[in-house]
């Protein structure tokens, strides 16, 4: 059969075809009135997007550049923060954190798991300066509370910084309600665009902190970032034809929320619950274990391979066989899991492929011993469910 | 008549065709074999678009992020640096040197002009650890004179760090045989493509510095991403969709140079330099001032506008009219002086439309007093001159 060429990885996405077509023709300078109209735009839907009333800033850079910035930013030489991690992504915190000289007090979990809030709130003292942690753990598909961790922070002086490049989008936030003062978010996610943008709020608290903070900035310096934003401009040449994308896709958000771009965002996040919960059910239907089966991510599902089988040999086959990307493990954990993303651009029809296409992997693999339907049955069940779960609720 | 909207800006330039379209169906994962292959093409591209044996180094950011990368990792705080500006950019080296803590010679030219040799070789101490300069100080369209202050260093310990983000594709380069320690290159330029990467060549002398430099860097660690570039890769999540593009843009050069993309930049550099030639003739020919009479750069024109006019009315004009954005100054020079590019992807059409145009502004504000045609001819007369110099050179 034909094979078409299909992205199912936690980033980057599927590219929304109405901003690969805007992205195309996106001959504008930056300094032009039209530009900046569309540079206030941009920046106004992405408050609406993250939910914030605080400050949003576009950045040049991938995630990790403003992961960066909400460290140069944040601290200053010697100041203890704490790290949360469970995984490849956690660790880069934990890696940034000692590079720009903090005292870091890590809070860990194994992978695949999440760190609970009571251990997290043992290990804070009021000389914690600031908590590093992941919306999402994108390398072993775990959710983090957010919530939970952001009540413990409360009242006290000890900022809260999300890594939310794949919780953007995919999990419902709170962010001024929770009082989360910096959330982290990535174009190549849940926007349906390319790499190359980040985006971050910052809280009222954040920018008070930054006053006082003392390491060397200037490509990442957020308060020059802020001045200019405030003008409708960026402070550096601004990546002009993802902007001119990522307006594309909050066009699109906001229509499928009916003119709401706020409802969009929400019905986004239920749509990769949705394509989660599907692909879920097909796996527990073909006898497959989560990699983090308490806290699933609805970003991605990440899978371990049948039999102790190498997950590069699925990887292969999901490429040679259907055309399609899905992710390997990362680090150590390549080889033991695979990864098939729900965030962003992904229906019904790519859902359930998806889940076919690894039922005839898996059937392949264990020749003669499964019968070919059953994984696709468990995920359309799911999928009448909540047609009759949302029926009932509109009733 | 019908306006087609056109850049004649110096950055962003007019998009290639051809890599518009590779950007717009660039669904693709940047941990997969086919991404790899096209990364390492790009990089041993981008080595004969610079010129040089050296590592070249592809960074998802602004060109701004390779500057600040090259004062993080080549400098500790309290180095004696040398700054030479004349001109916005030049002051961007100064505010990044100094937020890094160095202590900044300044060597100045007033806007418009280039500084001396002489007078760097004489501000020169032994304990200079870096110069900073611009190939082509966009701002005012005035080129420095690279080789000569490269000749400065030879044999020294002093590092030459050279932003030729304009410099690129509009300057003949011989990087290796003048000993630019590391050169500085944008996307949106001379490469014709959008906004988002920058590149930079870092020398083995550089190399060494960088081991014992002291400011803390992670997502511009150079270290790390030619360790990472060494395995075909990048450090962070590339900006996948530029990189496709860039790939195409080099594909184009390279046909253009016969299959040699080497012949093809120093094609590209020819070009810039007759539709440069062109235009300024062609503002003789109006009675126009140069903005930068002694040193024209070729990446663009910066031209003070007749009479004690405001140059945003003839950059209003050039938009309304006709659809061409060229820009007016930046800062300081706002209102004093306007600027037309030829960097990346002009022809002659483009530019003796430019031309005409400027004309037909400056015959309109001049009501009477000039005669139509003169500044086209003085045009054409550069190109047809050209034509006969080269069929002389090849008989």
Same mark, same amino acid.
């Given at each position: 059969?034909?094979?078409?060429?299909?992205?199912?990885?936690?980033?980057?996405?599927?590219?929304?075809?109405?901003?690969?077509?805007?992205?195309?023709?996106?001959?504008?300078?930056?300094?032009?009135?039209?530009?900046?109209? =569309?540079?206030?735009?941009?920046?106004?839907?992405?408050?609406?997007?993250?939910?914030?009333?605080?400050?949003?800033?576009?950045?040049?850079?991938?995630?990790?550049?403003?992961?960066?910035? &909400?460290?140069?930013?944040?601290?200053?030489?010697?100041?203890?923060?704490?790290?949360? +991690?469970?995984?490849?992504?956690?660790?880069?915190?934990?890696?940034?954190?000692? +590079?720009?000289?903090?005292?870091?007090?890590?809070?860990?979990?194994?992978?695949?798991?999440?760190?609970?809030?009571?251990?997290?709130?043992?290990?804070?003292?009021?000389?914690?300066?600031?908590?590093?942690?992941?919306?999402?753990?994108?390398?072993?598909?775990?959710?983090?509370?957010?919530?939970?961790?952001?009540?413990?922070?409360?009242?006290?002086?000890?900022?809260?910084?999300?890594?939310?490049?794949?919780?953007?989008?995919?999990?419902?936030?709170?962010?001024?309600?929770?009082?989360?003062?910096?959330?982290?978010?990535?174009?190549?996610?849940?926007?349906?665009?390319?790499?190359?943008?980040?985006?971050?709020?910052?809280?009222?608290?954040?920018?008070?902190?930054?006053?006082?903070?003392?390491?060397?900035?200037?490509?990442?310096?957020?308060?020059?970032?802020?001045?200019?934003?405030?003008?409708?401009?960026?402070?550096?040449?601004?990546?002009?034809?993802?902007?001119?994308?990522?307006?594309?896709? $909050?066009?699109?958000?906001?229509?499928?929320?009916?003119?709401?771009?706020?409802? %969009?965002?929400?019905? =986004?996040?239920?749509?990769?619950?949705?394509?989660?919960?599907?692909?879920?059910?097909?796996?527990?239907?073909?006898?497959?274990?989560? $990699?983090?089966?308490? &806290?699933?991510?609805?970003? =991605?599902?990440?899978?371990?391979?049948?039999?102790?089988?190498?997950?590069?040999?699925?990887?292969?086959?999901?490429?040679?066989?259907?055309?399609?990307?899905?992710?390997?493990?990362?680090?150590?954990?390549? %080889?033991?899991?695979?990864?098939?993303?729900?965030?962003?651009?992904?229906?019904?029809?790519?859902?359930?492929?998806?889940?076919?296409?690894?039922?005839?992997?898996?059937?392949?693999?264990?020749?003669?011993?499964?019968?070919? %339907?059953?994984?696709?049955?468990?995920?359309?069940?799911?999928?009448?469910? &909540?047609?009759?779960?949302?029926?009932?609720?509109?009733?």
């Amino acid at each position: 059969m034909l094979k078409k060429n299909r992205l199912f990885t936690p980033g980057p996405t599927p590219l929304l075809p109405a901003a690969s077509r805007a992205m195309a023709s996106a001959d504008i300078h930056h300094r032009t009135a039209d530009f900046k109209a =569309l540079y206030q735009r941009v920046l106004a839907d992405l408050k609406v997007f993250v939910g914030t009333q605080n400050d949003v800033l576009l950045l040049a850079s991938s995630g990790t550049g403003a992961m960066e910035a &909400s460290v140069s930013n944040l601290t200053s030489p010697g100041d203890r923060v704490m790290v949360i +991690t469970a995984g490849k992504f956690g660790e880069r915190w934990r890696d940034l954190t000692k +590079t720009f000289g903090c005292q870091v007090d890590m809070v860990e979990a194994p992978y695949g798991e999440t760190v609970s809030p009571d251990v997290v709130r043992a290990k804070l003292t009021p000389e914690t300066r600031v908590i590093y942690m992941q919306a999402t753990e994108s390398s072993t598909g775990a959710r983090h509370d957010v919530k939970a961790i952001a009540k413990l922070v409360q009242g006290t002086d000890t900022l809260l910084v999300v890594d939310a490049i794949t919780g953007l989008g995919t999990t419902h936030f709170d962010v001024d309600g929770w009082g989360v003062d910096v959330i982290i978010g990535g174009s190549q996610k849940a926007l349906m665009i390319p790499p190359g943008l980040a985006y971050l709020s910052v809280s009222e608290r954040a920018w008070k902190r930054a006053e006082t903070a003392r390491h060397p900035r200037y490509y990442f310096d957020l308060r020059k970032e802020r001045k200019s934003a405030a003008k409708g401009e960026s402070s550096f040449t601004p990546a002009t034809s993802l902007i001119v994308a990522m307006a594309a896709a $909050f066009d699109y958000i906001r229509e499928n929320g009916k003119g709401d771009l706020a409802k %969009g965002r929400e019905l =986004l996040v239920d749509n990769a619950e949705l394509s989660a919960a599907m692909t879920r059910a097909a796996a527990k239907a073909l006898g497959l274990q989560l $990699f983090s089966p308490s &806290s699933p991510a609805a970003a =991605l599902t990440a899978i371990i391979p049948p039999d102790g089988l190498d997950s590069g040999e699925i990887v292969k086959r999901f490429r040679d066989q259907f055309g399609a990307v899905v992710a390997n493990g990362q680090g150590d954990m390549k %080889g033991k899991l695979f990864r098939i993303a729900h965030i962003g651009y992904y229906d019904y029809i790519d859902t359930i492929g998806a889940v076919a296409a690894l039922e005839q992997i898996v059937g392949e693999l264990k020749a003669g011993h499964i019968e070919f %339907g059953f994984a696709v049955r468990a995920a359309q069940e799911v999928f009448a469910r &909540s047609k009759a779960d949302r029926s009932v609720a509109h009733v």
